[in-house]
């Protein structure tokens, strides 16, 4: 079974920057889309942002313009760089990768965002 590692979480200022790391154990590429997602306390998880095998890219409303995915193929390393970061942004941070129906998620990075 596939190993996600996320990394990068931490506390920061509203306004600064983050960026979040995902270790893949495999080929990242074995998976239809890799994605990152969040959960704040209280709160379901919800999605975040996506990047499909093709590359094709997806955001939240919440995250539009403000976060980007990437992924290092080579690396099999999934990112998430989050700038002009809010409060509301603090959750815990999960990645997940899918093969078809199969969801696979890592333990989850904590972000803080304070005021």
């Known amino acids: 079974q596939v190993q996600l590692q996320e990394s990068g979480g931490g506390l920061v200022h509203a306004g600064g920057s983050l960026t979040l790391s995902c270790g893949v154990s495999?080929?990242?590429?074995?998976?239809?889309?890799m994605s990152w997602y969040r959960q704040a306390p209280g709160k379901q998880r919800e999605f975040v942002a996506s990047?499909?095998?093709?590359?094709?890219?997806n955001y939240a409303d919440s995250a539009n313009e403000r976060f980007a995915i990437s992924r290092d193929n080579v690396a099999n390393t999934l990112y998430l760089q989050m700038n002009s970061l809010k409060p509301e942004d603090t959750a815990i941070y999960y990645c997940?990768?899918?093969?078809?129906?199969?969801?696979?998620w890592g333990q989850g990075t904590q972000v803080t965002v304070s005021s």
């Open positions: 990047m499909s095998i093709g590359g094709t890219t």
């Open positions: 997940n990768a899918r093969l078809l129906s199969r969801n696979n």
């Open positions: 495999e080929n990242i590429l074995n998976f239809n889309y």
